[in-house]
């Protein structure tokens, strides 16, 4: 017997009075203004993976110089290498836009780059630009140049001749009408922009050529399309090829012998053997299509096959390539690149043996036929011999990452998720080895497209990764293996219809209880080996042919792009609430807010219109409260509909009524991801399609985090043992906040202490590993947290020094055209003599001894310091080489330690705020036990006392061979017959030479490279390797330390011979003799 689920429209329920907060975007512009926070200690760490890498959209090389790359990624900026991909430099991480579709190179100028914003794919997760850049210092600063409102711009083509004048084909916005789209000129560098072909509000342009002999002559193609949330509409009327031979004034449109049907997206070619012939790869209805060659410069075409982009569709590939190495070869953009031998009457697949697929931009060098690269979705892969082999270039840290999830694995927690066609992949936050993190740390857990993953609390092997629309596997990392566990229709029911990142979830009151959404939501008691549905449909469950798209409904004979269709009117977010089992949230795509207060047996609506929103805006995430029952917060984003607003509410009684919290945010900001702090309730993180957002109170301002580039990220996790916020990006892979918990005790109350310390998480005591050789600079390693306990602390003054303060009066002065008065002298001497504030941090153990003193400048703000662990160095001080250095001494073992705060200004030091107490943890043993804790301080002491003493002879020895040089000067002008001190100079000379060959040795032996005895700092030196791991000193190294005091023993006496009696004689002699005096003498 079916469960029967009821489904009530909100509307209908009675019981329940409803106070929609439909106003609350109007209400902007009455929120006070937010006062910014200190947040420049809480900077992201970037953890890689680069084996993945990500879509390229466009690659230039230097013209004069083919070890200079620049690359346009779709999502992750641009990128420039000048090694020929050795190493790497982000060049557009501080733009307004992270997506790029286009990259060119000025001919006259190559230090001049232009890029277009704004992917040049029609896919279903692309992000939009805002217009065209320029840089004239080869990516160092760039400046916006116009056509903001383009949002996707194909390619950029810079006149020959003139950098004044450029022709740009412009796809124009992908998800409603309008805009700045078609192909637009400018005469004067970007200052003004014309449109010169197209007029249509669907119509933009997909490809622009000009022929190398005449660059008045230009090719162009344009393309009608339109993407909703349910649909792909892939070419119309506006669809065609367009020449002009006036520069840009004029077009013709080009028709003999071209497709007469609708056409869709257009790839250009013009061969550079014979710019006569133009070859073009054209897009039919159903995403037919074929390659058409002129030999007429495009005045009569003829089909020559019907070689289209295949699989994900035309509209995501279809660059065309003509080789210029040999007439009529041509390579077609594809998931294989398609290559033809005879200008496209025949296309064969290229050899792509250990590369990936999909393919979207191909360079050749002018000098090396046998030359290929290519961009993918996985990035940049280069040929050596014509496509036989292929080398990848992994060092490029650019997947794009749907969802994020963590373990609890020690000592290192593990991060997942699933990539655009890249699989699903984890790997750990931070290493035991000190390099960092590198490729070989992550792997593969799922292939295809990887969606949401999740991990199990109970079991940290066990995780679930999915591919696209819903494909869910249960994945044991021991074994490797993979079991298909999505959920099936059963006979009689309707095709199951997963969103194409499909949400899952675990139990939060049992780890072997998932959630699963298709259009319904489906639950498993046993990790998945049984599945049972817990709701009806909760979408609209409605024809997507029929609803409008390019303004309108359209004809089932237009150009429907069925296969690039995800499925349409499922759910999209999950929630179960962690103090209530049973109460469950459901978003959908089509506009529905679903919520069940008992396991499924009844459903809630809510139609997002009630929330003031248009009626199918997306349902991007939906939170229980960690705190509150009645609490619930929903993320919605209505870009589909062009719409690019942040939409963020939450509802205090579980949907009765709704208030936005995203009147703080900017516009032009969409919002993926909301997370709660699991212990203050009024901390919040938000991922959006710009950076991540933290608010300290309930969601009211929102405050903007340093430390990641300005992109999408669309997925947020906290890791709770360690206090992280680890973050998805969509084109940079995984961001890593470490110990974010000082957030939670920032309280206006707290900021407004002269200086506050806050509480470290627990350090981790082990010694980094090394396990890599010399690796090469293309190896790829990212950052491992900062070793040891990192403290975050807080000072509220602002600490410049005078002449700090006395310049920026200046330069206030300069820039108002006044007079800069001489300060004085008097003011110019307290500045050279003021010493700048500082912060002192002092560690003490739990008896309240000083372990360690660090300090830092002191500035206004939040900061962070780390200390790694150690004990100061006990290394003499030389007064002839003072430096700000605060060198390290030996590891201190594991226990409970406490930590203060001071400043020092103006010759005072102070204590600010209370101390903070913490634990240092080991985060392993060793397969043998070591010595214990006492033991290793034990020695630690001896071995400092022995190398203190070694110190103290070797600088008294040092100070003998001066004094001796000295009196031996002074005694060749004292007034007085050498008879009486030549003879007790050599003695002490003799006596300084026997020591010195007794404690360092023959220097002779040294000289021939023969070995001698060990030394004093030979025994000292394997000592002191007793301290160096955490298993402790053996019995040879305390075997060495005693050797080391038994040399010590044997020496001292000689030592003091020389020092407390024949060098003071001797001085006497030469004293009453009347030597000269000797500096440094009482």
Same mark, same amino acid.
């Given at each position: 017997?079916?469960?029967?689920?009821?489904?009530?429209?909100?509307?209908?329920?009675?019981?329940?009075?409803?106070?929609?907060?439909?106003?609350?975007?109007?209400?902007?512009?009455?929120?006070?203004?937010?006062?910014?926070?200190?947040?420049?200690?809480?900077?992201?760490?970037?953890?890689?993976?680069?084996?993945?890498?990500?879509?390229?959209?466009?690659?230039?090389?230097?013209?004069?110089?083919?070890?200079?790359?620049?690359?346009?990624?779709?999502?992750?900026?641009?990128?420039?290498?000048?090694?020929?991909?050795?190493?790497?430099?982000?060049?557009?991480?501080?733009?307004?836009?992270?997506?790029?579709?286009?990259?060119?190179?000025?001919?006259?100028?190559?230090?001049?780059?232009?890029?277009?914003?704004?992917?040049?794919?029609?896919?279903?997760?692309?992000?939009?630009?805002?217009?065209?850049?320029?840089?004239?210092?080869?990516?160092?600063?760039?400046?916006?140049?116009?056509?903001?409102?383009?949002?996707?711009?194909?390619?950029?083509?810079?006149?020959?001749?003139?950098?004044?004048?450029?022709w740009v084909a412009v796809q124009g916005p992908l998800w409603k009408k309008g805009g700045q789209r078609g192909v637009y000129k400018t005469t004067n560098g970007?200052?003004?922009?014309?449109? $010169?072909?197209?007029?249509?509000?669907?119509?933009?342009?997909?490809?622009?050529?000009?022929?190398?002999?005449?660059?008045?002559?230009?090719?162009?193609?344009?393309?009608?399309?339109?993407?909703? $949330?349910?649909?792909?509409?892939?070419?119309?009327?506006?669809?065609?090829?367009?020449?002009?031979?006036?520069?840009?004034?004029?077009?013709?449109?080009?028709?003999?012998?071209?497709?007469?049907?609708?056409?869709?997206?257009?790839?250009?070619?013009?061969?550079?053997?014979?710019?006569?012939?133009?070859?073009?790869?054209?897009?039919?209805?159903?995403?037919?299509?074929?390659?058409?060659?002129?030999?007429?410069?495009?005045?009569?075409?003829?089909?020559?096959?019907?070689?289209?982009?295949?699989a994900t569709g035309p509209h995501y590939y279809q660059e065309l390539y003509a080789s210029p190495h040999k007439f009529d070869r041509l390579y077609l953009m594809?998931?294989?690149?398609?290559?033809?031998?005879?200008?496209?009457?025949?296309?064969?697949?290229?050899?792509?043996?250990?590369?990936?697929?999909?393919?979207?931009?191909?360079?050749?060098?002018?000098?090396?036929?046998?030359?290929?690269?290519?961009?993918?979705?996985?990035?940049?892969?280069?040929?050596?011999?014509?496509?036989?082999?292929?080398?990848?270039?992994?060092?490029?840290?650019?997947?794009?990452?749907?969802?994020?999830? /963590?373990?609890?694995?020690?000592?290192?927690?593990?991060?997942?998720?699933?990539?655009?066609?890249?699989?699903?992949?984890?790997?750990?936050?931070?290493?035991?080895?000190?390099?960092?993190?590198?490729?070989?740390?992550?792997?593969?857990?799922?292939?295809?497209?990887?969606?949401?993953?999740?991990?199990?609390?109970?079991?940290?092997?066990?995780?679930?990764?999915?591919?696209?629309?819903?494909?869910?596997?249960?994945?044991?990392?021991?074994?490797?293996?993979?079991?298909?566990?999505?959920?099936?229709?059963?006979?009689?029911?309707?095709?199951?219809?997963?969103?194409?990142?499909?949400?899952?979830?675990?139990?939060?009151?049992?780890?072997?209880?998932?959630?699963?959404?298709?259009?319904?939501?489906?639950?498993?008691?046993?990790?998945?080996?049984?599945?049972?549905?817990?709701?009806?449909?909760?979408?609209?469950?409605?024809?997507?042919?029929?609803?409008?798209?390019?303004?309108?409904?359209?004809?089932?004979?237009?150009?429907?792009?069925?296969?690039?269709?995800?499925?349409?009117?499922?759910?999209?977010?999950?929630?179960?609430?962690?103090?209530?089992?049973?109460?469950?949230?459901?978003?959908?795509?089509?506009?529905?807010?679903?919520?069940?207060?008992?396991?499924?047996?009844?459903?809630?609506?809510?139609?997002?219109?009630?929330?003031?929103?248009?009626?199918?805006?997306?349902?991007?995430?939906?939170?229980?409260?960690?705190?509150?029952?009645?609490?619930?917060?929903?993320?919605?984003?209505?870009?589909?509909?062009?719409?690019?607003?942040?939409?963020?509410?939450?509802?205090?009684?579980?949907?009765?009524?709704?208030?936005?919290?995203?009147?703080?945010?900017?516009?032009?900001?969409?919002?993926?991801?909301?997370?709660?702090?699991?212990?203050?309730?009024?901390?919040?993180?938000?991922?959006?399609?710009?950076?991540?957002?933290?608010?300290?109170?309930?969601?009211?301002?929102?405050?903007?985090?340093?430390?990641?580039?300005?992109?999408?990220?669309?997925?947020?996790?906290?890791?709770?043992?360690?206090?992280?916020?680890?973050?998805?990006?969509?084109?940079?892979?995984?961001?890593?906040?470490?110990?974010?918990?000082?957030?939670?005790?920032?309280?206006?109350?707290?900021?407004?202490?002269?200086?506050?310390?806050?509480?470290?998480?627990?350090?981790?005591?082990?010694?980094?590993?090394?396990?890599?050789?010399?690796?090469?600079?293309?190896?790829?390693?990212?950052?491992?947290?900062?070793?040891?306990?990192?403290?975050?602390?807080?000072?509220?003054?602002?600490?410049?020094?005078?002449?700090?303060?006395?310049?920026?009066?200046?330069?206030?002065?300069?820039?108002?055209?006044?007079?800069?008065?001489?300060?004085?002298?008097?003011?110019?001497?307290?500045?050279?003599?003021?010493?700048?504030?500082?912060?002192?941090?002092?560690?003490?153990?739990?008896?309240?001894?000083?372990?360690?003193?660090?300090?830092?400048?002191?500035?206004?703000?939040?900061?962070?310091?780390?200390?790694?662990?150690?004990?100061?160095?006990?290394?003499?001080?030389?007064?002839?080489?003072?430096?700000?250095?605060?060198?390290?001494?030996?590891? /201190?073992?594991?226990?409970?330690?406490?930590?203060?705060?001071?400043?020092?200004?103006?010759?005072?030091?102070?204590?600010?705020?209370?101390?903070?107490?913490?634990?240092?943890?080991?985060?392993?043993?060793? $397969?043998?036990?070591?010595?214990?804790?006492?033991?290793?301080?034990?020695?630690?002491?001896?071995?400092?006392?022995?190398?203190?003493?070694?110190?103290?002879?070797?600088?008294?020895?040092?100070?003998?061979?001066?004094?001796?040089?000295?009196?031996?000067?002074?005694?060749?002008?004292?007034?007085?017959?050498?008879?009486?001190? $030549?003879?007790?100079?050599?003695?002490?000379?003799?006596?300084?030479?026997?020591?010195?060959?007794?404690?360092?040795?023959?220097?002779?032996?040294?000289?021939?490279?023969?070995?001698?005895?060990?030394?004093?700092?030979?025994?000292?030196?394997?000592?002191?390797?007793?301290?160096?791991?955490?298993?402790?000193?053996?019995?040879?190294?305390?075997?060495?330390?005693?050797?080391?005091?038994?040399?010590?023993?044997?020496?001292?006496?000689?030592?003091?011979?020389?020092?407390?009696?024949?060098?003071?004689?001797?001085?006497?002699?030469?004293?009453?003799?009347?030597?000269?005096?000797?500096?440094?003498?009482?």
């Amino acid at each position: 017997m079916k469960r029967k689920h009821l489904v009530l429209p909100l509307i209908a329920i009675l019981l329940f009075s409803f106070s929609f907060d439909v106003n609350a975007q109007s209400r902007r512009k009455k929120q006070p203004k937010k006062k910014e926070l200190p947040l420049e200690a809480f900077q992201f760490r970037n953890v890689g993976p680069a084996f993945l890498s990500g879509r390229i959209a466009d690659i230039v090389f230097h013209p004069e110089n083919d070890n200079i790359w620049y690359v346009a990624v779709g999502s992750g900026g641009v990128w420039k290498t000048e090694n020929a991909g050795t190493t790497w430099t982000p060049l557009f991480d501080d733009q307004s836009s992270y997506s790029t579709g286009c990259v060119t190179l000025d001919p006259q100028n190559p230090s001049t780059v232009w890029v277009g914003t704004g992917e040049n794919v029609g896919g279903r997760h692309v992000a939009y630009g805002d217009g065209i850049y320029r840089s004239q210092d080869g990516g160092k600063s760039w400046e916006n140049r116009g056509l903001k409102t383009s949002e996707h711009i194909s390619k950029i083509i810079v006149h020959p001749d003139n950098s004044d004048i450029l022709w740009v084909a412009v796809q124009g916005p992908l998800w409603k009408k309008g805009g700045q789209r078609g192909v637009y000129k400018t005469t004067n560098g970007g200052k003004k922009w014309r449109q $010169v072909l197209g007029n249509n509000q669907w119509t933009g342009a997909t490809d622009i050529m000009v022929d190398p002999r005449n660059p008045k002559i230009l090719y162009a193609a344009t393309w009608d399309r339109h993407r909703t $949330v349910a649909a792909l509409m892939s070419g119309g009327p506006g669809s065609g090829i367009h020449k002009s031979t006036d520069g840009g004034k004029t077009w013709q449109e080009l028709e003999n012998g071209l497709p007469t049907s609708n056409m869709g997206k257009i790839g250009l070619a013009i061969s550079p053997q014979n710019p006569d012939v133009i070859y073009a790869a054209i897009e039919l209805d159903r995403t037919t299509g074929g390659v058409f060659r002129s030999a007429d410069q495009g005045a009569s075409w003829k089909k020559m096959s019907n070689a289209v982009s295949s699989a994900t569709g035309p509209h995501y590939y279809q660059e065309l390539y003509a080789s210029p190495h040999k007439f009529d070869r041509l390579y077609l953009m594809n998931v294989r690149v398609l290559t033809s031998e005879d200008g496209g009457k025949t296309f064969v697949q290229l050899s792509e043996k250990k590369k990936h697929s999909d393919n979207h931009v191909i360079v050749f060098k002018k000098d090396d036929p046998d030359y290929l690269m290519l961009g993918t979705d996985a990035g940049i892969y280069e040929s050596f011999d014509l496509a036989k082999n292929w080398r990848y270039h992994k060092n490029l840290p650019l997947t794009q990452f749907y969802k994020v999830a /963590v373990n609890n694995a020690t000592p290192f927690y593990h991060i997942f998720g699933g990539t655009q066609d890249n699989g699903s992949a984890g790997g750990p936050s931070a290493t035991d080895e000190y390099q960092g993190i590198s490729n070989k740390h992550w792997y593969k857990t799922l292939g295809s497209d990887g969606h949401q993953s999740a991990t199990d609390p109970e079991y940290n092997d066990l995780i679930y990764a999915e591919t696209q629309q819903g494909g869910l596997h249960r994945v044991d990392l021991k074994t490797g293996e993979q079991l298909f566990i999505q959920p099936q229709a059963q006979l009689g029911d309707p095709h199951e219809r997963f969103n194409w990142d499909a949400p899952i979830v675990v139990s939060p009151h049992d780890p072997a209880t998932l959630y699963f959404a298709s259009y319904r939501v489906w639950k498993s008691e046993n990790r998945g080996d049984d599945w049972t549905p817990i709701s009806g449909d909760l979408t609209r469950n409605e024809e997507r042919l029929a609803l409008p798209i390019m303004g309108r409904k359209q004809s089932w004979d237009n150009a429907w792009d069925v296969g690039a269709m995800s499925n349409y009117n499922t759910i999209t977010s999950l929630s179960e609430s962690p103090l209530v089992k049973g109460l469950i949230y459901a978003g959908t795509d089509d506009g529905f807010i679903q919520i069940t207060t008992n396991g499924g047996e009844q459903w809630t609506q809510i139609p997002v219109t009630k929330l003031g929103l248009p009626a199918r805006t997306f349902v991007n995430d939906i939170k229980a409260d960690l705190h509150d029952p009645n609490t619930v917060y929903v993320v919605l984003d209505n870009h589909k509909e062009g719409d690019f607003n942040p939409y963020l509410y939450k509802s205090t009684d579980r949907g009765q009524s709704w208030t936005s919290l995203s009147t703080s945010l900017p516009k032009r900001t969409l919002l993926w991801r909301i997370v709660q702090d699991p212990v203050k309730k009024e901390l919040f993180f938000l991922a959006t399609e710009f950076g991540i957002y933290a608010s300290l109170n309930d969601g009211v301002d929102w405050h903007k985090l340093p430390g990641t580039p300005n992109m999408g990220f669309r997925d947020l996790v906290i890791q709770q043992r360690e206090n992280d916020l680890v973050a998805a990006s969509f084109g940079r892979g995984f961001y890593v906040l470490d110990d974010y918990s000082a957030l939670r005790d920032m309280t206006p109350e707290v900021l407004k202490q002269k200086g506050t310390l806050f509480t470290p998480r627990t350090a981790k005591w082990f010694v980094p590993k090394s396990n890599l050789g010399n690796t090469g600079a293309d190896f790829y390693i990212a950052k491992n947290p900062a070793f040891g306990a990192v403290f975050t602390y807080h000072l509220s003054d602002d600490f410049k020094t005078q002449k700090q303060q006395r310049q920026e009066s200046e330069k206030e002065r300069s820039k108002n055209g006044r007079d800069i008065p001489f300060p004085g002298y008097d003011r110019l001497d307290a500045e050279n003599q003021e010493t700048p504030a500082k912060v002192w941090l002092t560690i003490k153990d739990n008896d309240g001894n000083v372990i360690r003193n660090l300090y830092q400048k002191a500035e206004k703000g939040t900061h962070r310091l780390a200390w790694n662990l150690r004990h100061a160095s006990i290394q003499a001080v030389n007064p002839d080489r003072v430096s700000d250095r605060n060198p390290s001494g030996p590891m /201190v073992t594991p226990g409970n330690y406490s930590a203060q705060l001071y400043l020092q200004q103006n010759g005072q030091i102070i204590p600010l705020g209370a101390s903070v107490n913490f634990e240092v943890k080991p985060i392993r043993e060793g $397969v043998l036990k070591g010595v214990d804790y006492a033991t290793f301080d034990a020695y630690r002491k001896d071995y400092n006392a022995v190398s203190r003493e070694v110190t103290v002879l070797r600088d008294q020895f040092a100070q003998a061979q001066k004094k001796a040089a000295a009196l031996k000067m002074a005694a060749r002008r004292a007034e007085s017959s050498p008879e009486l001190f $030549v003879e007790d100079l050599n003695k002490i000379e003799q006596a300084l030479f026997a020591l010195e060959r007794k404690t360092t040795g023959s220097a002779a032996r040294e000289e021939v490279g023969e070995k001698n005895p060990p030394n004093v700092q030979t025994h000292l030196s394997v000592a002191y390797r007793g301290l160096r791991t955490t298993y402790g000193p053996t019995g040879l190294h305390r075997q060495s330390l005693s050797t080391a005091q038994q040399m010590i023993a044997l020496y001292r006496p000689e030592l003091e011979v020389i020092t407390k009696q024949m060098l003071p004689q001797l001085e006497k002699k030469l004293k009453q003799s009347g030597a000269p005096y000797i500096k440094g003498n009482d």
